[in-house]
């Protein structure tokens, strides 16, 4: 069950990531963008976590890849929202 929730989650986020760089596209709001490649970057996140939930923990952990993984997409959405309201 828990496999299907992260599947989810993933399409979620890269539906969420294409609607929002669409949207930078036409728009050329810079926010859209670092809101864009936030969500690319929970997206990838979210298949990790998916993978990590569907492997043994003795033949693989992802738990490290995955904070590192969303600290650096939190990272650049913090960083985009500073740089905006400058």
């Keep these: 069950m828990a496999s299907i929730v ?3 989650s993933t399409l ?3 539906a969420c ?3 929002l760089l669409r949207s930078f596209k036409r728009n050329g709001t810079r926010l859209l963008l670092w809101s864009g ?3 690319i970057g929970m997206a990838i996140n979210n298949g990790l976590a998916t993978l990590d939930v569907n492997t043994p923990s003795e033949l693989m952990d992802l ?3 995955r ?3 969303s600290i650096v997409s939190v990272s650049i959405l913090i960083y985009g929202l ?3 309201s400058i």
């Design 82 to 84: 500073t740089w905006e």
């Design 12 to 14: 979620t986020c890269i």
């Design 37 to 39: 490649i936030c969500f």
């Design 63 to 65: 738990s490290t890849l």
């Design 67 to 69: 904070v590192v993984v």
């Design 6 to 8: 992260y599947a989810l």
């Design 17 to 19: 990531a294409y609607l």
